[in-house]
């Protein structure tokens, strides 16, 4: 009865981030479009006794209504081997993410546990995982002396079974600036936000602040490394910050067809160990 309902809750969901994401303007010339599909796998023990093995499958779609305007939106499907964490508090391979173990989850009363709660331990699970619909704006154009500066809005819908442990069961919001310049063959890039969480009874939440930032070479027309740092504040009471390295690279196989993929280190207990990921994307 319970994977039922989760099932239904999940499909009600879905339905609506449909309607909200279909633009009114989809028969205008200048409206592009992507879809992408990623793999990615992350492996940590996160300051617990044991580890946990997350699989995070993203399904992406974004709208450019203009040159400067982007709407984007992203459906994930997760697994993982317990519930020892709280999965992507903030997003997949397009969204700077958190994760929190249940210990440092859990309200000032105790570990989570009980009726639909989150508890240590136990078995595999998966399902949908929170959806993310962020909007983004380019407000000032790369220039020779001055960087592209692009600020953006995102609202983490509760679509995830947080009895699961794939998500807090909470509305999420926040915002963030984005730079970026091209200096010759290299592309510098960065991002700072700040994510506003909602109020648990279950879970310690808190705001936080997220970052990352790296460099990449355009190698050939069509290929292009690069090197990321991401990190986060502490997004719940009693954890540490997060902080981890990924060495990633873009390849424009034709042209409608892109291909990343990365590696990533943790630095931080509150990372994980270490984790790689690949996405598709095709844009019309």
Same mark, same amino acid.
């Given at each position: 009865m319970r994977i039922r309902n989760t099932f239904s809750k999940?499909?009600?969901?879905?339905?609506?981030?449909?309607?909200?994401?279909?633009?009114?303007? #989809?028969? *205008?010339?200048?409206?592009?479009?992507?879809?992408?599909? /990623?793999?990615?796998?992350? $492996? +940590?023990?996160? &300051?617990? =006794?044991?580890?946990?093995?997350?699989?995070?499958?993203?399904?992406?779609?974004?709208?450019?209504?203009s040159e400067r305007l982007d709407l984007f939106v992203e459906i994930p499907v997760i697994y993982q081997s317990n519930n020892n964490v709280v999965?992507?508090?903030?997003?997949?391979?397009?969204?700077?993410? #958190?994760? *929190?173990?249940?210990?440092?989850?859990?309200?000032?009363? /105790?570990?989570?546990?009980? $009726? +639909?709660?989150? &508890?240590? =331990?136990?078995?595999?699970?998966?399902?949908?995982?929170?959806?993310?619909?962020?909007?983004?704006?380019?407000?000032?154009a790369e220039r020779a002396d001055m960087p592209a500066v692009r600020p953006n809005v995102f609202v983490k819908f509760p679509t995830a079974d947080s009895g699961m442990a794939l998500g807090t069961g909470e509305f999420d919001g926040g915002f963030a600036l984005e730079l970026w310049k091209w200096l010759d063959k290299w592309h510098t890039f960065a991002e700072a936000g700040y994510a506003i969480q909602g109020?648990?009874?279950?879970?310690?939440?808190?705001?936080?602040?997220?970052?990352?930032?790296?460099?990449?070479?355009?190698?050939?027309?069509?290929?292009?490394?690069?090197?990321?740092?991401?990190?986060?504040?502490?997004?719940?009471?009693g954890s540490v910050p997060l902080l981890e390295t990924r060495l990633k690279l873009k390849y424009q196989a034709t042209h409608r067809t892109g291909i990343e993929g990365y590696l990533a280190k943790g630095i931080t207990t509150a990372s994980p160990d270490y984790g790689a990921g690949i996405a598709v994307y095709y844009d019309f």
């Open positions: 999940q499909l009600k969901w879905l339905v609506l981030m449909t309607l909200l994401v279909t633009p009114v303007w #989809a028969d *205008a010339d200048e409206t592009r479009y992507s879809v992408g599909l /990623g793999f990615e796998f992350a $492996s +940590g023990t996160y &300051g617990t =006794g044991s580890r946990t093995n997350t699989v995070f499958i993203p399904f992406t779609a974004a709208v450019y209504p999965s992507r508090l903030g997003g997949g391979m397009h969204a700077q993410q #958190a994760t *929190a173990t249940t210990a440092a989850a859990a309200p000032a009363g /105790g570990m989570m546990g009980g $009726s +639909g709660g989150m &508890g240590s =331990g136990g078995m595999g699970q998966g399902g949908i995982g929170d959806i993310t619909v962020r909007a983004g704006y380019v407000a000032s109020k648990s009874p279950a879970i310690a939440l808190k705001n936080y602040l997220f970052y990352s930032a790296g460099a990449g070479y355009q190698l050939t027309a069509r290929l292009r490394p690069m090197v990321v740092l991401k990190g986060a504040t502490a997004p719940v009471e």
